[in-house]
């Protein structure tokens, strides 16, 4: 088992940036894909980035693409999402995930574990 603890949100005006973070305890000896994934209120809940176990590849939702940054520290079992030029259509619970696979990242079902969230709130 993997528990996942997301931290980070918070309310931040347009344009502004905030860092999640998501640190992983328990099972960490093996290799995991993480992703990131939000649900706006009463939307479904949609991918936004995803990360290979090595960080070699990264993939991004378009809608982020330019703006947001996956990265991870393999050393603290720690996956980062770096939001910059937020907007308020960003406004969202954000969850993190992880994945014994490696591929099909941008796909709810290919995750095994995932986190409570964090609010990310954006005022225009």
Do not use: H
């Amino acid at each position: 088992q993997v528990q996942l603890v997301e931290s980070g949100g918070g309310l931040v005006q347009a344009g502004g940036s905030l860092r999640l973070s998501c640190a992983a305890s328990g099972r960490t000896d093996r290799n995991y894909a993480m992703g990131w994934f939000r649900q706006p209120l009463g939307k479904q809940r949609e991918f936004v980035a995803a990360i290979s176990w090595r960080g070699i590849r990264t993939y991004y939702a378009d809608f982020v693409k330019g703006r947001f940054t996956i990265t991870r520290d393999n050393a603290k079992n720690t996956v980062y999402l770096q939001m910059n030029s937020l907007k308020p259509e960003d406004t969202a619970v954000y969850y993190c995930a992880a994945a014994e696979l490696d591929y099909r990242l941008e796909y709810k079902g290919t995750y095994n574990y995932w986190g409570q969230g964090t609010q990310v709130t954006v005022s225009s």
